[in-house]
C-alpha cells in the first residue's frame, strides 16, 4: 500500500471498533492496486441502473464513486436521504471515466447520521437552481454544494495569502477594538450601541488604531470584519464586511503603498489560484502585471468629459458608469484590467489624508479599480501633529475625540499610508460574481440579519 | 560588503536624493567590515559623555548604537526630544559591549520627523514605571516601550501559530456574522445594538456558525473578536476579546477535539518562541505534554471536598480557588501545568452539549486549565435534530430563533465537536502576566473604551 499520512484523530471509532483500514481523504485516496480503504462523507448522489448502482460520496476534500452491487446495500443505501453521513470500506479498483480516476467496490456501508428528509437545495446538480433569497435563507444547505464551497474557500486563500505577503515583509498583525467610543467624522453610516448604559459605536475601520501601531511597529496589518451602516442596497455593500488593512512607516509617499499593495494583490491571486478553487470554478486566474498603471485623478477627469462629453472638472468623486469606462480605458490603452487612479481631490478625502506637495487640492492618495469597480483604498496620511489640527480644524471636527490618537503624533512618527480592502468584494471582481452576497458568508444588509 | 536583501519601498527618499545606501532593519545588518550603512528609526536614548555621545536608533527589529563625536551632530540631536523619527548613515564597526555587537561611526544624522516635545513616558528605561490607567491613557506612547512591544508581538505569534496547524490539518478559515438577529441563551451579557431601527445584538461567539460549517467543510477555523457585556471587573476579562474557535466532524466524542487541542497548543507555543518575544521578555517556554493528564468533573469534585473539607458534590462549576488547586494538584500528581477538567455537569453547559453516553448528568466537554486558570473550553456538540429540540425544549429555549442553524441539522451532521480560546487571557497566563489588560491592545471594560 503507498504511504498515507495517518490522519490523527479521524474515525478512531472505524479503525478501533470495526477493524477498518483508518479514513482517508478522498483526494489522497492511494494509487487503486485492490487495497482496502475507507472513506468518510456526506452521501453525494446515487445513481441507480438495473444491475448496479453508483454511490458518490463528497468529503470536503472531494468526491469519490463507490460500486453497489450487493442489493442489501444496494436497498440501505437508497432509502437514505442525500446529504446522509455515511462511511464506506472497500476496495479500491482503478476507472477511467469515475472522479479521480478510481471506484470503490465491494463497500460495507455504515450510516453514521441519517439525513431526516431531502434536502430543500439538489445539492448533486451542477449549478444550484434557485433565487439568491432561498440560497441565502437555506445558507446551512447551500452553502453544501461543491461549486459554493469552493467559492467561498476562495476568501479563505485570498486571506492567507494576504497574511503571508505581509508576514515575509515584517508586517506585524494587530487586533483593534471593533466597539469605539466615538464615531468619527460625525457618526454617519455608524452603528450605535449601548455600552453599559453609554453610546458607543461599531468601527467602520481600524484607521486610527493602526496609525497608532505604525508609531510601534512600523509595518502593521489587521484582518477583521468591519461595519457600515449602508442605507442603500447596492450589489457591492454589506453592513459588515471583511476588512483587509494594513500601514507602513517610511514610505516616500503614496507610491510606496501601492508597490507593496501590487505584491500583496499577487500573493493574493497566487493563493486563490494554489487553492485549486479557480480551477474548479472554470475562473483564469486574474494577471497582476509588475506595474500596475496610473492615471491621475485630474487626467481622469478629461478623459471622462471627452468620453461622456460633458464638463466633470468639479466632479469631487467618480461614479460607478466613470470607474467602468476607466476600466475598459486601462484595458485599451495598457492592456490592464488594473488601474490605479491617484490624487483624488482632498475635499473628498479623510481628514488624515496628505495632499498632494505643490498642488493641495489634490491628494496622495489612491483606489484600484480591477475590471471598471474600485476595490481598494489607500494613500499617504499626515504624520505631523500641526497638519492634524489644522486639517480637523478646517473640516470643523472636534479634536477632543481624538485625543488618544493624536498622541501617537506628538511623539514622532514617520512618513506612513496604507491601504484598506473589502475581501469579499475583492474576490467577487476577480471572480466575475455579480452580487457580493454570493459571495459572503452569511451576508448582512439592511433587511437580511438571519442566518 | 556582505550581502543584504534589498527591502522594497524602504527609504527610496533618502537611496535616491542622498545617495546613501539603502536602509537596513537593524536586526540584519552585515558583518561590521566597515562598510557604510544606513538605518532609519525612532531616537531610542542619547547618552552624553565627555567627550562623546551614544545615540540609540531603534527600528522595528532592534536598536542600534550610533557614535557621536563630531561637536554639531551631537549638539543638533542633543536638541531632539526622545522618540524623533531620523535617519542615520555611517561606518559600521564591531563593538563588543553594544547592542548586537556592532555600531556605527562617523554618522550622518537626518531628522525625519521631530517629536514635538518628550514623550509622558520614559521609554529608554528597561521597565515602565507607572500605573496601569496610565499607561492605557498614553497606549499610543506606551506601546512602544520594547518589552511592552515584544508582549504584544506574542499575541501575534500565537495566532499564526493556531493559524498554520489547523490549516496543515485541513481546516478551513471562515469569516462569521458579529451581528445577529437573535441573542442566544436569553441574551444575558449582550450587547444590543440598532440595526436599521430593529435590535440586534453583537456575538459572544461563532458557535452556531461553526457548527453549520462543519457540515460544510468538515473541519473549519475562526479568528475575530467576541463581544460579552461582562458586569463585573475582573482581571481575566474584557468586553472585547479575540477569539480563536474551531470545530471539527467525525470525532470519536471530545477527546479527539483533546488531541487536536494539545497539537494547536504546542504549535501556538512553538510560534512564540520562534518570535524571540519569550526570550527578550525572559519567560521560560512552556512545555505541553504529549498528552495532558485528566480529570474528570466528578472525582475533581471529590478532591476539592477533602481537600477544603466541605461537601462540593452538588457543585455545577468550579470556582476560581477550586481551579487553582487543582492547578497544584495536576503539577505534584502529573509534573503538569496543564490540567483537563472533562465531564462538567450538563446543566451549567449550554444547549448544544452532548451527555456522556451512560450518564446524562456529565457532559462530553472539557475545560483547560494551565497553573490553575481556565484557558480553553470545548467539547462534543450535539448532531441530532431530535435532540436539539429535546435540549431546548428541557431547557425552556424557544426554538424559533434557531431554524437557520437547526436546518443544518436536518441534512445530515457528523459527530463533531470543538472549542474556544480567548487569546489574550491564553497568552497573559502563559507569560505569567496577571491582568489580561497588560496584554490585549487597546482594552474594553465595564469604564474603558478609548483610546
Known amino acids: 500500500m503507498s504511504p498515507i499520512t495517518p490522519l490523527p484523530s479521524v474515525s478512531m471509532a472505524e479503525s478501533r471498533h470495526l477493524?477498518?483500514?483508518?479514513?482517508?481523504?478522498?483526494?489522497?485516496?492511494?494509487?487503486?492496486?485492490?487495497?482496502?480503504?475507507?472513506?468518510?462523507?456526506?452521501?453525494?448522489?446515487?445513481?441507480?441502473?438495473?444491475?448496479?448502482?453508483?454511490?458518490?460520496?463528497?468529503?470536503?476534500?472531494?468526491?469519490?464513486?463507490?460500486?453497489?452491487?450487493?442489493?442489501?446495500?444496494?436497498?440501505?443505501?437508497?432509502?437514505?436521504?442525500?446529504?446522509?453521513?455515511?462511511?464506506?470500506?472497500?476496495?479500491?479498483?482503478?476507472?477511467?471515466?469515475?472522479?479521480?480516476?478510481?471506484?470503490v467496490h465491494d463497500p460495507v456501508v455504515t450510516v453514521i447520521s441519517a439525513a431526516l428528509e431531502e434536502p430543500v437545495l439538489d445539492l448533486y446538480?451542477?449549478?444550484?437552481?434557485?433565487?439568491?433569497?432561498?440560497?441565502?435563507?437555506?445558507?446551512?444547505?447551500?452553502?453544501?454544494?461543491?461549486?459554493?464551497?469552493?467559492?467561498?474557500?476562495?476568501?479563505?486563500?485570498?486571506?492567507?495569502?494576504?497574511?503571508?505577503?505581509?508576514?515575509?515583509?515584517?508586517?506585524?498583525?494587530?487586533?483593534?477594538?471593533?466597539?469605539?467610543?466615538?464615531?468619527?467624522?460625525?457618526?454617519?453610516?455608524?452603528?450605535?450601541?449601548?455600552?453599559?448604559?453609554?453610546?458607543?459605536?461599531l468601527a467602520q475601520s481600524p484607521q486610527l488604531y493602526k496609525q497608532i501601531m505604525v508609531g510601534v511597529y512600523e509595518?502593521?496589518?489587521?484582518?477583521?470584519?468591519?461595519?457600515?451602516?449602508?442605507?442603500?442596497?447596492?450589489?457591492?455593500?454589506?453592513?459588515?464586511?471583511?476588512?483587509?488593512?494594513?500601514?507602513?512607516?517610511?514610505?516616500?509617499?503614496?507610491?510606496?503603498?501601492?508597490?507593496?499593495?501590487?505584491?500583496?494583490?499577487?500573493?493574493?491571486?497566487?493563493a486563490m489560484a494554489d487553492s485549486g478553487g479557480l480551477e474548479l470554478l472554470e475562473i483564469p486566474v486574474p494577471v497582476v502585471p509588475s506595474v500596475i498603471p496610473e492615471v491621475h485623478f485630474r487626467d481622469a477627469l478629461d478623459l471622462l468629459g471627452d468620453a461622456f462629453e460633458s464638463d466633470l472638472r468639479d466632479e469631487p468623486d467618480l461614479a460607478p458608469e466613470h470607474e467602468r469606462w476607466l476600466g475598459d480605458w486601462a484595458m485599451r490603452q495598457f492592456g490592464s484590467d488594473w488601474l490605479f487612479v491617484t490624487g483624488y481631490p482632498m475635499r473628498k478625502r479623510p481628514f488624515y489624508t496628505h495632499p498632494e506637495p505643490g498642488d493641495p487640492r489634490w491628494s496622495n492618495s489612491f483606489d484600484l479599480l480591477y475590471k471598471g469597480l474600485e476595490v481598494v483604498t489607500g494613500g499617504q496620511r499626515l504624520h505631523r501633529l500641526e497638519d492634524y489640527e489644522q486639517a480637523l480644524a478646517s473640516r470643523g471636527i472636534d479634536a477632543e475625540p481624538f485625543a488618544g490618537y493624536l498622541e501617537a503624533f506628538r511623539s514622532g512618527m514617520p512618513p506612513h499610508g496604507g491601504f484598506a480592502l473589502g475581501l469579499e468584494r475583492l474576490v467577487m471582481q476577480l471572480c466575475g460574481i455579480r452580487n457580493v452576497r454570493a459571495i459572503a458568508l452569511f451576508p448582512r444588509d439592511l433587511t437580511r440579519i438571519a442566518p
Open 19 to 103: 477493524a477498518r483500514p483508518p479514513r482517508c481523504w478522498i483526494d489522497t485516496l492511494p494509487t487503486p492496486e485492490g487495497q482496502r480503504v475507507t472513506v468518510s462523507g456526506w452521501l453525494h448522489h446515487l445513481r441507480e441502473l438495473k444491475s448496479v448502482a453508483f454511490l458518490l460520496v463528497r468529503d470536503t476534500s472531494g468526491v469519490v464513486q463507490v460500486v453497489l452491487d450487493d442489493p442489501d446495500t444496494r436497498g440501505m443505501v437508497a432509502a437514505l436521504p442525500h446529504e446522509s453521513v455515511i462511511t464506506v470500506t472497500g476496495t479500491l479498483v482503478a476507472a477511467k471515466n469515475a472522479p479521480g480516476g478510481c471506484e
Open 125 to 201: 446538480r451542477p449549478e444550484l437552481d434557485a433565487q439568491q433569497s432561498t440560497l441565502l435563507d437555506h445558507a446551512a444547505v447551500a452553502l453544501r454544494h461543491p461549486r459554493r464551497a469552493a467559492a467561498y474557500r476562495l476568501l479563505a486563500a485570498a486571506l492567507a495569502g494576504f497574511r503571508q505577503v505581509l508576514t515575509a515583509q515584517r508586517f506585524t498583525e494587530i487586533t483593534t477594538p471593533k466597539i469605539i467610543g466615538a464615531a468619527p467624522e460625525g457618526g454617519a453610516n455608524v452603528f450605535r450601541l449601548d455600552y453599559f448604559g453609554q453610546s458607543a459605536y
Open 219 to 270: 509595518r502593521v496589518f489587521e484582518t477583521a470584519p468591519a461595519f457600515r451602516a449602508e442605507p442603500h442596497a447596492t450589489t457591492r455593500h454589506l453592513s459588515q464586511f471583511y476588512s483587509l488593512d494594513m500601514e507602513m512607516g517610511f514610505i516616500e509617499d503614496h507610491h510606496t503603498v501601492m508597490e507593496m499593495l501590487t505584491g500583496v494583490l499577487r500573493g493574493m491571486i497566487g
